[in-house]
């Protein structure tokens, strides 16, 4: 199954009026975010692309564009996107053999009275507009195997469990199956099989061994390697693990969310040698460099949904739900290969405090569980010791900024500050006796060059004070397996937030590398603390 990659230089056009759609006034880059060009930031609008693909016959579309999306085939629209960062593959007939006109028509324009709406301007990061990823194309042909999926049942037996699709219309007549490019074994169609890997090697954040797979000609990257939880940890090939790293959004003023793929190599690179093992993807699904990245590395991710902060309403509201279990579902499908990732998480700070909240949880949990039992949930929460939705996954995750939002502590009370990181645990010990917890979110902002001292908000000093007791506070105690650090760099965000009296420059800046990935103070007590480990 051969796919052409359609990146490049592409016809473009931006506009802020609906009645200018589509415009190309302009050449620019594929993948490439039309907003993030010099003095378009925060414009919402419309991003245009165009260009001409040659090939004819059902074809199959496959891009991420965001946040919403409309593309068309020579004029006529062939599908559409509400769900951001999830890649859509749209199936249509390309019509005859020759050249054809595609056209994608992205847009940021949000509407914050829109209970559907995944994003909302009220979302602490800024939603940028275009092509995210790459756009591949490929011809559709009955009975070709168009999916490989592969889940590691066995790190000591290198069993593994095979899900296949293949392209409507036939059944492929038998399969040809071989692991790492190996001696090909033939076998009776089936749309699911287990299997021992030959001469299997375990992925470990020590050893991040990879196997392929491959299917009549269509081949998967995947690891070994299982992660289940016991008794409060999480435990990686049957070993306890801590995870350590930080939340990182996909998000660089030059690039937007369409970030390079060097850039996202380099922040990668420098978590890992730093001595952490694990990212916590907010607040969107990873792009799939992302991920090969990780597994390759040896980094261990949490994948997610957009999900940012919704109300009651929202959870009340049923189209809000079914595009949550659309996402979640399309995540799964997405990341299901890469053995970096180990947990699904959906709802980013949600009305997890009430009870309808509940079955919506719950559902989301089934979703991931049925479509890939092995690896873990869960979903971050601010609601503290009123979250009600706790028991209906495995990770207890909790966001916490003592000393920073409210009136928890004194900003430089170290000891309150690490008090209260110490109260949900013990709250929830009770009733979830083998749950284990992690911090998914703390941190403080920190303007990069201002040193005021560790007394002054703002200053790179008070933010490595703070991320060296939040650090500590993790590392030797055993309620906890783990912290996310909000976050790795500065990101932009909406400057219209009701917050953003506290968002200097429009950007979140609790990052410990600023948007440039130049380290704060913070960085360098987080590399310290980690060397004593
Ligand atoms: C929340 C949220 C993050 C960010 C953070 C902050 O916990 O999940 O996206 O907004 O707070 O900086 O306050």
């Known amino acids: ?216 000609g269509v081949t998967a990257r995947f690891g070994i390697r299982t992660v289940r939880t016991s008794k409060r940890q999480v435990l990686l090939n049957g070993k306890p693990v801590k995870l350590i790293g930080y ?84 995540m799964v499908r997405q990341s299901i ?18 009870k309808p909240a509940v079955p919506f949880v719950r559902r989301l949990n089934k979703i991931c569980k049925k479509l890939d039992p092995t690896r873990l949930t869960s979903y971050a929460s601010k609601m503290g010791t009123g979250d009600v939705c706790h028991g209906e996954t495995d990770i207890c995750a909790l966001n916490m900024y003592p000393g920073w939002y409210g009136d928890t502590c004194e900003p430089d009370c170290w000891d309150d500050i690490r008090k209260f990181l110490r109260i949900f645990p013990a709250f929830f010990r009770e009733k979830y006796p083998d749950m284990p917890y992690l911090i998914s979110e703390s941190g403080v902002a920190a303007i990069s060059g201002c040193h005021d001292g560790e007394f002054v908000r703002w200053s790179e000093e008070y933010q490595a004070k703070y991320v060296q007791n939040v650090l500590d506070e993790v590392l030797t105690n055993d309620d906890y397996c783990g912290l996310a650090i909000w976050q790795f760099c500065d990101a932009k965000t909406y400057v219209w937030n009701p917050r953003h009296t506290q968002r200097p420059r429009g950007f979140n800046n609790k990052g410990v590398v600023n948007e440039y990935r130049i380290p704060k103070m913070a960085w360098n007590a987080v590399t310290e603390r980690l060397k004593k480990r």
């Not at 290969?337 to 009430?354: D, K, R, Y």
Request: charge should be negative.
């Open 1 to 216: 199954m051969e796919k052409t990659i359609l990146d490049g230089v592409w016809r473009c056009g931006y506009t802020r009026d609906a009645a200018k759609v589509p415009c190309f006034d302009h050449a620019y880059a594929v993948p490439g975010c039309l907003d993030a060009e010099p003095g378009m930031f925060g414009r919402q609008g419309y991003a245009c692309f165009k260009r001409d693909v040659v090939i004819g016959g059902m074809v199959e579309l496959s891009l991420v564009a965001g946040l919403h999306s409309v593309v068309y085939w020579d004029g006529a629209e062939v599908g559409r996107s509400v769900l951001g960062w999830s890649r859509e593959e749209y199936v249509f007939d390309a019509g005859s053999e020759g050249r054809h006109e595609l056209v994608v028509v992205c847009d940021n324009v949000l509407d914050p009275t829109d209970n559907k709406e995944l994003a909302l301007p009220t979302a602490d990061f800024y939603f940028y507009t275009g092509i995210f990823d790459h756009v591949t194309i490929r011809r559709v042909v009955p009975g070709q195997v168009s999916r490989v999926a592969v889940l590691p049942l066995n790190e000591k037996t290198g069993e593994v469990l095979v899900k296949l699709e293949w392209d409507k219309g036939a059944k492929p007549k038998e399969l040809e199956v071989s692991f790492d490019y190996g001696k090909t074994r033939k076998m009776a169609t089936a749309a699911e099989f287990t299997t021992k890997v030959p001469r299997f090697k375990v992925w470990s954040l020590e050893h991040p061994n990879l196997h392929t797979i491959t299917v009549n």
């Open 247 to 330: 939340n990182r959004h996909e998000s660089h003023p030059e690039f937007g969310a369409a970030t390079p793929e060097a850039l996202i190599a380099n922040d990668l690179l420098m978590i890992k040698r730093q001595g952490c093992n694990f990212i916590r993807g907010s607040h969107y699904t990873q792009r799939e460099f992302m991920l090969d990245m990780a597994d390759e590395i040896g980094l261990l991710v949490w994948d997610e949904t957009l999900a940012w902060g919704c109300s009651e309403e929202q959870i009340a509201d049923k189209s809000y739900k079914e595009r949550n279990c659309d996402q979640v579902e399309r």
């Open 337 to 354: 290969n890469h053995p970096s990732v180990i947990i699904w998480g959906f709802l980013n700070e949600c009305a997890t405090q009430v």
